[in-house]
């Protein structure tokens, strides 16, 4: 009987991969569907199910790393203290990534208008709950650092391009169209935003996905230049008056 640190020969085959990252997005497609079903149109409720989906996605990436002997080190999350100018240095480059997002999500909207008749910005709509609601705004930020800013640097970066990468072997070719693959999925899984959101996110997953790299799976530092973007939007819509108030 094999050990849990030693995992069925059809896990760790290219197909076992397949299935796990299959397995991983059905889960979500899942409870948003059935979710989204059960709550109507209620914005608030319909991103609670996002955010429950989320968690649960986290288990299922929990659930293979545990079944092939593996922790969230594995990923990029090892938890060591170096010191603190190593952590002032970590600081720093998360905010030197954040910037590198931000131009990237720039980018994605200059070549937004490919897209044919694209609105002039992405498709905010579905916060409209965040818009002058303090509590809802410190809500909402509590979640996603939590949720958002954490599960998808997990999900989309740690996750996703490690696994896509082992179908190539590993490989410098592999981990580039891995991270292209992530970057196009941290895209689409962003459609509420429309056409112009999805370009925008996916030259940004782009961004993140080359600094997981260069940064050698540093994924705590993706983490926190991933937190800054979400309070600087979450912000951004807060600050956004409603139409009901601009009227």
Same mark, same amino acid.
């Given at each position: 009987?094999?050990?849990?640190?030693?995992?069925?020969?059809?896990?760790?085959?290219?197909?076992?991969?397949?299935?796990?990252?299959?397995?991983?997005?059905?889960?979500?497609?899942?409870?948003?569907?059935?979710?989204?079903?059960?709550? $109507?149109? #209620?914005?608030?409720? %319909?991103? /609670?199910?996002?955010? @429950? =989906?989320? +968690?649960?996605?986290?288990? *299922? !990436?929990?659930?293979?790393?545990?079944?092939?002997?593996?922790?969230?080190?594995?990923? $990029?999350? #090892?938890?060591?203290? %170096?010191? /603190?100018?190593?952590? @002032? =240095?970590? +600081?720093?480059?998360?905010? *030197? !990534?954040?910037?590198?997002?931000?131009?990237?999500?720039?980018?994605?909207?200059?070549?937004?208008?490919?897209?044919?008749?694209?609105?002039?910005?992405?498709?905010?709509?579905?916060?409209?709950?965040?818009?002058?609601?303090?509590?809802?705004?410190?809500?909402?930020?509590?979640?996603?650092?939590?949720?958002?800013?954490?599960?998808?640097?997990?999900?989309?970066?740690?996750?996703?391009?490690?696994?896509?990468?082992?179908?190539?072997?590993?490989?410098?070719?592999?981990?580039?169209?891995?991270?292209?693959?992530?970057?196009?999925?941290?895209?689409?899984?962003?459609?509420?935003?429309?056409?112009?959101?999805?370009?925008?996110?996916?030259?940004?997953?782009?961004?993140?996905?080359?600094?997981?790299?260069?940064?050698?799976?540093?994924?705590?530092?993706?983490?926190?230049?991933?937190?800054?973007?979400?309070?600087?939007?979450?912000?951004?819509?807060?600050?956004?008056?409603?139409?009901?108030?601009?009227?």
């Amino acid at each position: 009987m094999p050990s849990e640190s030693h995992p069925p020969a059809w896990f760790d085959r290219k197909w076992g991969r397949v299935a796990e990252i299959f397995f991983l997005f059905l889960t979500a497609w899942l409870i948003i569907s059935i979710g989204w079903s059960l709550v $109507g149109n #209620g914005l608030l409720a %319909r991103q /609670w199910v996002v955010w @429950v =989906a989320n +968690i649960a996605m986290l288990l *299922v !990436v929990w659930l293979g790393l545990r079944r092939r002997g593996q922790t969230w080190a594995d990923l $990029g999350l #090892g938890v060591e203290f %170096r010191g /603190w100018l190593p952590l @002032v =240095a970590d +600081i720093l480059k998360s905010i *030197v !990534v954040f910037i590198v997002a931000i131009v990237a999500f720039v980018v994605g909207s200059i070549f937004a208008p490919v897209a044919g008749n694209a609105p002039q910005q992405a498709d905010m709509s579905s916060y409209a709950w965040l818009q002058g609601n303090l509590p809802m705004l410190l809500l909402a930020l509590a979640a996603v650092y939590v949720v958002s800013s954490f599960g998808e640097e997990v999900i989309y970066r740690g996750f996703l391009i490690n696994r896509l990468a082992e179908l190539g072997d590993r490989s410098r070719l592999a981990y580039v169209l891995a991270a292209i693959a992530s970057a196009v999925i941290f895209g689409l899984i962003h459609f509420d935003w429309g056409i112009v959101g999805i370009i925008q996110t996916t030259f940004m997953g782009a961004a993140l996905a080359i600094c997981y790299l260069v940064l050698k799976r540093r994924l705590w530092i993706l983490v926190l230049a991933h937190g800054y973007l979400d309070t600087l939007l979450l912000v951004q819509i807060y600050l956004t008056p409603s139409p009901a108030a601009a009227s």
